[in-house]
């Protein structure tokens, strides 16, 4: 069975950190572009970070950048967003999805019909 599971969400204070895990059943997600997207209440699903396939090649949303860090263990079958210094802003359901042999560039912005495979959220909740 093909499937993404998503953990490490959780309740944190304004400036704390998380590491998000994206974890694959099913495929080898080492062939496949990762992406991290993210829905707050009343607001639109947001791509947050992208890895591509083969490249590696990362690209993210300017609201996260220079905050978020998105990054692939292939030994472990996982992908990762590390995110530091948050802002109760980035207060959402955090969801991964994946794409075969999709390869992105730095600049690529993420659209949801990009992603085929998609997991079923963590939660994220950032304090003030």
């Known amino acids: 069975q093909v499937q993404l599971v998503e953990s490490g969400g959780g309740l944190v204070q304004a400036g704390g950190s998380l590491r998000l895990t994206c974890a694959a059943s099913g495929f080898t997600l080492k062939n496949y572009a990762i992406s991290w997207w993210r829905e707050a209440p009343g607001k639109e699903r947001e791509g947050v970070s992208t890895i591509s396939a083969r490249r590696n090649t990362t690209s993210y949303a300017h609201s996260v950048k220079g905050r978020f860090t998105i990054s692939r263990d292939n030994a472990e079958n996982k992908v990762y967003l590390q995110m530091n210094m948050l802002e109760p802003e980035d207060t959402a359901v955090y969801y991964c999805?994946?794409?075969?042999?999709?390869?992105?560039?730095?600049?690529?912005?993420?659209?949801?019909?990009?992603?085929?495979?998609w997991g079923q959220g963590t939660q994220v909740t950032v304090s003030p």
């Open positions: 999805a994946a794409e075969a042999g999709f390869t992105t560039h730095e600049e690529y912005t993420p659209a949801p019909n990009d992603f085929a495979i």
